[in-house]
Nanobody, 118 residues
Framework: QVQLVESGGGLVQPGGFLKLSCSAS????????MGWYRQAPGKQRELVAG???????NYADSVKGRFTLSRDSGKNTVYLQMNSLQPEDTAVYYC????????????WGQGTQVTVST
């Protein structure tokens, strides 16, 4: 099993920035998807950014050029640098880890609130 612990959310003004982190522990797999989703009140959860194993990162059109996903050298922590934040970015952000193997299941972080407001 995998445990994901998130941190870094908060309240910022439009144009501000935040950096989220997601630390993983437990089992690891060779082939997996890992990334960030977000969910605003009354809306479906949507993919923000993610990658498969050591592949390149895919970003939602709404965050391209503003958000950057990165990984530490130990590959047990992923980050989401969020710049030029706008009110539309307000949501609970969730870290996701998904082994791409038979019998694999989704693992989710606890969620961290990001609020962009004046």
């Amino acid at each position: 099993q995998v445990q994901l612990v998130e941190s870094g959310g908060g309240l910022v003004q439009p144009g501000g920035f935040l950096k989220l982190s997601c630390s993983a522990s437990g089992s690891t797999f060779s082939l997996y998807f890992m990334g960030w989703y977000r969910q605003a009140p009354g809306k479906q959860r949507e993919l923000v950014a993610g990658f498969i194993s050591d592949g390149s990162t895919n970003y939602a059109d709404s965050v391209k050029g503003r958000f950057t996903l990165s990984r530490d050298s130990g590959k047990n922590t992923v980050y989401l640098q969020m710049n030029s934040l706008q009110p539309e970015d307000t949501a609970v952000y969730y870290c996701n880890y998904r082994p791409l193997t038979r019998g694999g299941r989704d693992y989710w972080g606890q969620g961290t609130q990001v609020t962009v407001s004046t």
